[in-house]
């Protein structure tokens, strides 16, 4: 999945409930980043929203659902690659290593790794939906009680300072599987690549990217049988009707993915099954 996206939809903002008559005015809040991103997107044309806000708690568990569909190939064929070649990936490694997952998800694909390793210093997952995180953190936690496994709830895409090695430590080297680098235009991707690369200077960044397939069988992972994938994309104007006050009716979307063949990736589109305007 995190692939490009683009909405054909639009959106409503409608404003709070009204307040009893006696109650006194105040300020309207600021808009979150994403209310801000939702109307920057909606603005431009084609309309388009970063992958990042598909990822709150509901949209986490989607995904978590979609990684173990049959349609979809890249989790378990990554799963495989990792558990073909975790003995020379921590090789190349070292020991006393702390790894840093950049969109690090339900942390499932770092065990393998972890268990490879040489006495792993320090684990540091980063994610933008901080609850899902905390709680893959905890049970990693249990998992592996000589690890420091520190959580960061925030943007990867965006600088950050991380926290200083620890002592003993050796390399810091980044963990980006899951093709995720495929979210990004190429001046995005770049500029991530940059980033990573000061925060990891000295190490090094182990990636993950699918490679171009049968059109078919990508048409099939993100058209699963049951559905998913597209709640999963629907799940965007659910967090929009509660966190934002939109005033979008599911029920007058349908998901539409297919593959760009041109610019060689997926794309995933709310399409109105109905003729709608901004306001």
């Known amino acids: 999945m995190r692939n490009p996206t683009s909405s054909s939809s639009s959106l409503s903002f409608v404003p709070a409930k009204a307040r009893a008559a006696s109650a006194p005015e105040t300020a309207a809040a600021p808009l979150s980043e994403f209310g801000r991103e ?10 388009s929203i ?20 049959p ?6 064929t990554e799963l495989r690659i990792l558990g073909e070649c975790a003995g020379e990936i921590a090789a ?13 998800g339900s942390l499932t694909k770092v065990r393998l790794l972890l ?10 997952p980063i ?33 950050m300072v991380l926290p200083a090695p620890m002592a003993g430590a050796g390399r810091r080297v980044g963990f980006f599987p899951g093709s995720t680098i495929g979210n990004f235009e190429p001046d995005e991707a770049l500029a991530f690549l940059q980033l ?33 994938t597209g709640e999963f994309n629907l799940n965007l104007l659910r967090r929009a009707n509660a966190e934002l006050n939109a005033d979008f009716d599911l029920d007058g979307f349908a998901h539409a993915a297919f593959y760009n063949a041109p610019r060689r990736r997926i794309e995933m589109h709310l399409v109105s099954v109905v003729p709608r305007a901004f306001r």
């Open 38 to 47: 939702m109307q920057a997107g909606l603005a431009r044309s084609p309309r």
């Open 50 to 69: 970063s992958p990042k806000f598909f990822y709150d708690v509901a949209g986490s568990q989607l995904f978590d659902r979609i990684c173990e569909l």
């Open 71 to 76: 349609e979809y190939y890249p989790t378990r």
């Open 92 to 104: 190349q490694i070292g020991p006393n290593a702390e790894i840093v997952e950049f969109g690090a």
């Open 115 to 124: 268990d490879a390793l040489e006495s792993p210093k320090r684990y540091l």
């Open 127 to 159: 994610d933008i939906s901080g609850e899902h995180l905390e709680a893959a953190a905890e049970r990693l936690k249990a998992d592996y009680p000589a690890l420091v496994v520190q959580p960061i709830a925030a943007d990867y895409t965006m600088p």
């Open 196 to 228: 990573a690369a000061r925060m990891l200077r000295g190490g090094g960044l182990l990636i993950g990217v699918d490679l171009v397939k049968e059109p078919g069988r990508l048409h099939a992972a993100y058209n699963d049988a049951q559905g998913v």
